[in-house]
């Protein structure tokens, strides 16, 4: 095997609660994630040259150490040895920056890609482990489909498949540090929480209306006084006809759930008008 193609998926939390502090840092959360359809072409191809060269659609991406996919390669490559080089293409749709663990995802494809095509045999738990070294997010885009994530981001717990929805993702031009939105949220006391096992019942009855309706991200606490437009979003994914609406991770894509393609539809391209953004995507839950 010289070359792999795989679909690296965005994700979505259906809630984002942060329940603590922790000692590294980090906040212990616990988030529903749920993939969706939207998807990075990721191409790996080994080479005879002993280094990684990365290519994206995207000029202004960084294509070094930067890059988390490039990271990814570099680890395994030192861990398990590898002398040949890969060349990586990323072609990216999911937007950038976004809430959409589209770096994580492409990350994860790139340590699946390289356990196949050097025949690796990682088992899931080393590979899981390299993951979260790389990226909170990244353990949980190895696994995809509906889970539970505690932790930082790295303790799984795999759910029943979330009912099928249109989603409809608006990302506002500007882009939110995570680090700082996690930061901000330090200074404000918070007087609610996601029902996290509201959500995790309504998934199992494949209830989409209860899904949609406890919808909860804490950290639009503080994202929506950083960027306005997010609260403008949601409010408008509603009058558009969505069944409920979030922020997704630390934003700032805001995302409206469907039961109906035509609805979905003609909501992403009311809103492309009204807010006169470009990254305005319809998809769907995705379960693999
Ligand atoms: O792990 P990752 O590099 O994706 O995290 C980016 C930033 O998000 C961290 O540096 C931290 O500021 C914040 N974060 C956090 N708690 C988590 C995950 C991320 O505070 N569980």
Redesign the pocket.
Known sequence: MNYINLKARAKINLTLDVVGQ?DD?????KMIMQTVELYDRVYIKKIDKPYIKLKSNLEWLPLDSRNLAYKAADIIRTKYGISQGVFIELHKTIPVAAGLAGG?SDCAAVLYGMNILFGLKISRKELADIALKL???VPYCLMRGTALAE???EILTKLPECPNAWVVLAKPQMSLS??AV??ALDDIDLDSHPNTELVIKAIEDKDILKVASNLSNVLENVSIPMCPMIGKLKKSMICNGALGTLMSG?GPTVYGLFDDRIKAQMAAETIKNEFKIRDVILTKIFNA
């Open positions: 922790r840092g980090y906040h212990e959360l994580s990226g909170s997010d932790g930082r981001g995570t680090a996690y930061k630390s």
